[in-house]
């Protein structure tokens, strides 16, 4: 079963094909050009240099946030235009989900931290690949807090970790950052969740699958404040 993997939640983004337990290939970016410029022609690339069509491939698994509000909207679109023109399945995982099974040999907890600003982030713990806490968007002390609560060591990952690496060190000592280069997030960790879900039967209603920002966007709060 081959899987397209289709990330665009942060700045780090690209596409990355699987196939059963193989990495066929990964085309990963990390510059300031728009995913609207890149994830087109990244997945051709990644479809010629693999001398595979789309119709070759058995399913889709798109990144739906939290993260960048454009980015994700232009995945999960890509996506959904992919798997309707070629009747082929499809499923969303979080960039938090994404983020924990990327890690899930850590013998800890994976922390996944997104860059909210403010000292806010998106937030879930992970362990072995699956969720030990309610993904959320919290303080970043309310994470920290939750991780001293806890026995094992907290892997902290994502642009959150690195945006407030000097508060995490000086609250959680204990905190185990990986090197940068390797601690973003990868569009093989969400093709191959999405190859375990599919090959499971887990796939999700192409008209349903929308992107999951987990807070209002920057229009619906003005708005809002226009009504109250």
């Avoid at 905190?175 to 960790?189: H, K, M, T, W, Y």
């Amino acid at each position: 079963m081959y899987v397209l993997g289709i990330d665009t939640s942060t700045m780090t983004g690209g596409a990355a094909l699987v196939r059963t337990g193989t990495l066929v290939g990964e085309y990963v970016l990390n510059i300031r050009t728009t995913h609207s410029e890149r994830l087109l022609p990244a997945i051709k690339q990644l479809l010629d240099d693999g001398n595979i069509s789309l119709e070759d491939i058995d399913g889709i698994a798109v990144v739906t946030g939290p993260g960048s509000f454009t980015g994700i909207r232009i995945g999960v679109a890509t996506a959904k235009g992919f798997a309707y023109s070629l009747g082929q399945d499809i499923v969303g995982v979080t960039t938090l989900e994404a983020y924990g099974w990327q890690f899930k040999f850590f013998p800890g907890i994976v922390m996944p931290l997104i860059d909210a600003r403010r000292n806010r982030v998106y937030a879930q713990g992970f362990v072995n690949g699956e969720p030990v806490s309610e993904g959320e968007n919290t303080s970043l002390l309310h994470v920290l807090e939750w991780c001293k609560a806890q026995e094992n060591p907290c892997l902290m990952v994502g642009d959150g970790a690195f945006a407030y690496r000097s508060q995490i060190e000086e609250k959680l000592p204990s905190a185990v950052f990986p090197p940068g280069e390797l601690g973003l997030l990868r569009p093989s960790a969400a093709a191959s969740l999405g190859h375990a879900r599919l090959s499971a039967g887990i796939k999700d209603d192409l008209f349903e699958l929308n992107p999951s920002y987990m807070r209002k966007t920057e229009a619906e709060m003005k708005w809002n404040g226009k009504q109250t």
